[in-house]
């Protein structure tokens, strides 16, 4: 085909669809806030389908209720990279992608979260505006670790993305060149590393972080091995294997508790969640049963059930939840933790058939008055420790009460960090 036969059959093609019309065929206003500095980069796309996609995101944004971007060429030198609990980017609905377990990444434009949409007004890809937002991080992370009395080496900037910098290993790597690695990030200003000599001393400074009042961002701590970084998972006799499970526990309860704002209050009731011990000092997640409504219950080691007047019925392992066939749970749909919505309530028969834990004299002289009871999984002060009690059952051993302040007991004090360095 000659130059002259393509030219003419340029003349068949279907003129590109208009702005004013894709916009009224999806319901939108003409002069949307923040449209018209756009209008260039709409235009520039040469296929129906291209404007078609670029038009469908204003709409998506306008359904949302988020504002438009600036335009790519004012907006590219003021991004920045985050990183949030896993369950705060699922919440919130906006561009993320998965760091480690736990935790995503983000991007930022000054105040506001990036949504996906942005990225088809601006014709960019995710991987490169994000490496974009890594790179302003890297030219703003001059300047050296502090060495803290702990040993441990805290990040210097605290400009509200000091977390994000675990995102960068040539800012923090050489801290412990040589050494095995641990890190944490117990508030978004904050980025704290030690050698594995010093892992208790981390943990101490994490509590220390919670106790000055710092939003937790999370609270287990982090290891790298070889060139990944993943959540620790220490693994007993390591000394520090049950405060690190603590740790995820708190950060579990933190992302419960928010769940509970966002649940339909038509489907049940959401089950409190509180930590226990068993008499090896291993914590455990414990969710409260009350018979009388529908239950969300999360995922939790142990179910204390209740039978309708207040009464203790025992302490139960979650996992043998199964052998009571008939009661069938139904997967709630929400963001974060898992939670089954139970119609019904076991009766004593089907109770006898689950693992248990705990009686109900054992539950009984455990329970603590209502107002710790809320106070034990709602973030505030320190609250005191619940009574104690032996238990007779094989699988229990002896436990206590684990209420969940703002950081563990063992953080508290004389923690035990300290206690090894001495």
């Known amino acids: 085909m000659g130059l002259f036969d393509r030219f003419l059959s340029r003349a068949d093609e279907a003129p590109l669809p208009g702005l004013a019309a894709l916009l009224e065929a999806r319901g939108l ?8 500095p756009l209008i260039p980069a709409f235009e520039a796309h040469r296929k129906p389908w291209e404007r078609e996609a670029w038009v469908d995101a204003l709409a ?25 609990p896993a369950w705060v ?19 930022r434009l000054g105040d506001m979260v990036l949504p996906a949409p942005w990225l088809i007004l601006w014709d960019q890809t995710a991987e490169d505006v994000l490496e974009l937002a890594l790179d302003h991080l890297r030219h703003r992370s001059e300047g050296a670790f502090e060495r803290l009395p702990s040993g ?3 990040s210097p900037w605290r400009d509200g993305f000091d977390a994000a910098r675990l995102l960068l290993p040539e800012v923090w790597q050489a801290l412990c060149k040589d050494q095995h690695p641990f890190l944490a990030i117990p508030a978004a200003d904050t980025l704290l590393a030690v050698p594995q000599i010093l892992l208790p001393k981390l943990m101490d400074e994490v509590g220390r972080s919670l106790q000055a009042g710092a939003q937790p961002l999370q609270l287990a701590v982090i290891e790298r091995i070889h060139d990944q970084l993943m959540t620790a998972r220490l693994q007993e006799p390591h000394p520090m294997a049950n405060p690190q499970r603590e740790l995820k526990h708190m950060d579990l309860i933190a992302a419960l508790q928010q769940q509970e704002l966002d649940l339909d209050p038509a489907l049940g009731l959401p089950a409190n969640v509180l930590m226990v011990k068993n008499n090896q000092g291993k914590p455990l997640t414990m969710a409260l049963w009350n018979e009388g409504a529908p239950v969300l219950l999360p995922e939790a080691d142990l179910i204390a059930f209740s039978a309708r007047n207040g009464e203790p019925l025992g302490i139960f392992s979650r996992q043998t939840l199964p052998r009571i066939q008939e009661l069938r749970g139904e997967a709630v749909a929400i963001w974060g933790p898992r939670r089954i919505r139970y119609e019904g309530f076991p009766t004593a028969e089907q109770l006898a058939r689950l693992e248990r834990f705990a009686t109900a004299e054992q539950m009984k002289s455990l329970q603590t008055p209502a107002g710790n009871r809320a106070a ?16 007779t059952t094989p699988k229990g051993g002896a436990f206590s009460t684990q209420d969940v302040p703002t950081l563990p007991r063992h953080l508290q004090g004389a923690g035990l960090g300290r206690q090894d360095s001495e």
């Open 29 to 36: 206003p003409p002069e949307l806030p923040g449209l018209a």
């Open 60 to 84: 998506e944004l306008h359904g949302m209720g988020l504002p438009l971007p600036e335009p790519w060429i004012d907006a590219q030198d003021h991004l920045l990279p985050e990183l949030v």
């Open 89 to 107: 980017a699922e919440r919130e609905g906006r561009w993320s992608r998965g760091f480690i377990d736990g935790l995503s990444q983000r991007i």
């Open 152 to 154: 441990a080496y805290r």
């Open 376 to 391: 034990a999984t709602r973030p505030g002060p320190p609250v005191q420790p619940a009574a104690s009690a032996r238990s």
